[in-house]
């Protein structure tokens, strides 16, 4: 009964919010003429039942948003800050090991706050930011409250309409769970072997490509090249494809990525991963269809038995890979085989419905494990409020051997009012 009664509260705060947000986004007055105000609210109420595979349960229940002010520009210079922060408004269970770690902690941080300069292709910024372009170390890191924001430099040109080239160099991080700017990693953050440890941070640069083919309208290309240089830790480096073509009413899509990971001595040991993934899929509306495999070597003296070492999203996001659960993230099991299968209907407008299949046969030892997971995922974009978005996110994973505990069960339901 409470479960439901905190729920209801923050249904009710958040649409109370939205009412009070949509009022004063109205009108923008005459004085903010050039100004970009632009944010977000939301309420997450996640179960976990035996979370990861323990005893033990969660239920947390967590509101937030951020503001995003962006002044004029002058001569190409801007400013801009996002303030953000969550809270359970004194709604979470008394027991920390029964609140979720990602939404548990209250924050209050200032998510952005940079200088920007735009002009002859170039967008640069200085300052905290967040990242969205690259498939490694993103700001959308799996499907959290708040995202991860970083320090440092970050460039775009703009080569043409189709191409754009990108360069970062990040000092500091902020997980999507703290306050606070640091020189950690999630690594740090979470393996107690490297608690207290700093790093220089990275350096990245790559760049997207993506158009339809000339005189070929049915061809379409999205292509990555990218290389990272996380300090300490591993240089990575991808290389992707994801290319679709019209089959009469239906469509083909192939994709293709290799990745590398190495470094001789770090933080992590030994570094030596590659990823070898390839999906096949079809598009016949209103579904689609996605068959993919990740497929990782074995290399016993390195981390993880060949894993890749991915500082900004171990244990919360498989970036880019084309095979990766909802609960967990497939770069943290090692080396072997990552299959997956999703089904995508989109038969009814506003709404997106995905049943997901994952089976993950790895190691980071000699021994294989092999985890499964289903997942229901349903999103609803509201007609009569424009902006708010309905998610939820249900799963059930096993994993084998698993000690005699029982299976995994997560429900996630996000409800999100973007302005």
């Given at each position: 009964m409470k479960k439901t009664s905190t729920a209801a509260v923050a249904v009710l705060s958040i649409i109370t919010a939205v009412a009070a947000m949509q009022s004063a986004v109205a009108k923008t007055p005459a004085w903010l003429q050039g100004w970009t105000i632009k944010g977000f609210a939301a309420a997450y109420d996640w179960t976990s039942i035996n979370n990861q595979f323990s005893t033990v349960n969660q239920?947390?229940?967590?509101?937030?948003?951020?503001l995003f002010i962006g002044s004029p520009s002058y001569r190409g210079f801007s400013l801009a800050v996002e303030p953000i922060f969550q809270t359970g408004l004194?709604?979470?269970?008394s027991n920390p090991k029964n609140v979720s770690r990602t939404l548990g902690p209250s924050v209050a941080?200032?998510?952005?706050a940079y200088v920007q300069y735009r002009g002859y292709g170039f967008t640069v910024k200085g300052g905290d930011f967040i990242t969205t372009s690259s498939p490694w170390s993103s700001s959308s890191v799996g499907i959290r409250l708040l995202p991860i924001t970083y320090q440092g430099v970050h460039v775009k040109f703009r080569a043409s309409r189709h191409l754009h080239l990108y360069a970062s160099r990040v000092v500091r991080y902020r997980y999507v769970n703290e306050s606070r700017y640091n020189a950690g990693t999630i690594y740090t953050?979470?393996?107690?072997g490297l608690a207290g440890r700093t790093s220089s941070g990275y350096m990245s640069a790559g760049l997207n490509y993506e158009r339809r083919i000339p005189r070929a309208d049915e061809l379409e290309t999205k292509d990555s090249v990218w290389a990272w240089d996380y300090y300490q830790y591993a240089r990575l480096y991808l290389a992707q494809t994801v290319d679709s073509a019209k089959l009469?009413?239906?469509t083909g899509i192939v994709g293709v990525q290799v990745m590398d990971a190495k470094k001789q001595s770090g933080y992590l040991g030994r570094v030596d991963a590659?990823?070898?993934?390839?999906e096949v899929g079809a598009a016949y509306r209103p579904f689609k269809l996605v068959l993919a495999d990740d497929y990782l070597p074995a290399h016993p003296n390195a981390f993880n038995y060949g894993g890749l070492a991915t500082p900004y999203n171990t244990i919360t996001d498989s970036g880019p890979m084309f095979s990766q659960p909802i609960t967990d993230s497939t770069e943290d099991f090692g080396s072997g085989s990552a299959y997956s299968v999703h089904l995508d209907y989109l038969g009814i407008p506003r709404l997106f419905t995905q049943i997901r299949f994952v089976d993950l046969h790895m190691r980071t030892t000699p021994v294989y494990s092999n985890f499964r997971e289903v997942s229901l995922l349903v999103s609803y974009k509201l007609k009569a409020v424009k902006g708010l978005n309905i998610t939820n996110i249900a799963n059930y994973a096993t994993e084998y051997p698993n000690r005699n505990l029982p299976g995994f069960f997560q429900n996630r339901i996000m409800l999100v009012y973007t302005f």
């Open positions: 239920y947390t229940l967590t509101e937030g948003g951020g004194g709604l979470h269970p941080a200032l998510g952005q953050t979470y393996l107690p009469g009413p239906a590659q990823v070898y993934g390839a």
